[in-house]
């Protein structure tokens, strides 16, 4: 990797990756968003298993719709709330790409210091040596016979900031020029047949740009999770505790929107303020109860909803 492109990446993550194992199987409440993204995203980087189901299923012909699928983007968006785990799974699936496909994946997080400082010419650049950087990985992923020995994936979170829609009449000309940067990075994907995928974060899907909205292959939309699915992420922390399943649901209810509080929790809130505060309340003399958790949880606000400008 280049000097230059060091300073675009904030991290680069290997998969298989234990630590990104765990942390994707905590992702609790999104097994239909997970399957959906999965599946997809193993036919756009290895498009061959689709002609292997096609022929295995239709008579040995690959048909028509086969060829359709895989003429879309490799884009996926990933819109929603603060805290409904986008980051998280764009951060954790590649280590599932990589066990179902049983080859190795990268993973390339820009950072937003790709807008650069404003110099003419600044942000198009920078986008072009980090496109230019993931596209050499995943060319050296392809094999001789054409298969795939290695996944590449680029998440751009916060992707409003970098992708605003150029029909903004106060946009400045380096953001326009930026997202036809961008705009071409992932068309180099799509046009080179690379093993590569690119995945865009956002608070504000209204404000990107419709050329990259038109270009991606889905977008998965997440949301604050329902009682149910509150109760399943309490289940599974709380599953050794003294808690009952009859005070779980109690309190899965009590995290969730009220009169005079519109929405409840983000898995975040629970994950990382709710679950935290009843194990600190307890230790290090006393077992997590539920007459304490109540309290805790009455106490404490969710999130509120993220407002764009």
């Known amino acids: 990797m280049s000097s230059l492109a060091h300073g675009i990446f904030e991290s680069v993550i290997e998969f298989p990756s234990p630590d990104c194992a765990r942390r994707y199987e905590r992702l609790i409440g999104l097994d239909e968003i997970k399957a959906r993204l999965l599946k997809e995203a193993r036919i756009l980087l290895n498009p061959g298993i689709l002609d292997e189901w096609s022929k295995r299923h239709h008579h040995r012909r690959r048909i028509a719709l086969v060829e359709r699928f895989r003429e879309r983007s490799p884009l996926f968006v990933f819109a929603g709330d603060v805290g409904t785990g986008k980051t998280e799974l764009a951060e954790t699936f590649g280590d599932q790409i990589a066990r179902q496909e049983g080859i190795p994946a990268i993973l390339y997080s820009l950072s937003l210091t790709a807008r650069g400082t404003g110099a003419v010419g600044e942000m198009t650049r920078l986008l072009a040596t980090a496109f230019s950087e993931v596209t ?12 795939p020995r290695s996944a590449v994936i680029l998440l751009i979170d916060e992707a409003d900031a970098l992708a605003q829609s150029r029909e903004l009449d106060q946009m ?71 808690i ?6 109690e309190l899965a209810s009590i995290i969730g929107p009220s009169k005079d509080v519109p929405y409840g929790f983000t898995y975040s809130d629970i994950a990382q303020r709710l679950l935290p505060g009843l194990l600190l309340d307890a230790f290090p003399d006393e077992p997590i109860c539920f007459d304490r958790a109540l309290r805790i949880a009455k106490r404490l606000k969710a999130t509120p909803p993220f407002k764009g400008e």
């Open 244 to 249: 009952t399943e009859e005070q779980i649901l």
């Open 136 to 147: 050499d990985a995943a060319r050296k992923a392809v094999s001789k016979n054409g298969k």
């Open 172 to 242: 400045h000309h380096e953001d326009r020029a930026g997202v036809n940067a961008l705009v071409k990075g992932v068309s180099r994907f799509a046009t080179g047949h690379l093993p590569a995928l690119a995945v865009m974060c956002t608070n504000r899907l209204e404000a990107l740009d419709p050329a990259v909205r038109r270009r991606a292959a889905d977008t998965f939309e997440f949301n604050r999770p329902s009682e149910l699915q509150r109760a399943a992420v309490l289940r599974a922390a709380l599953a050794d505790s003294n």
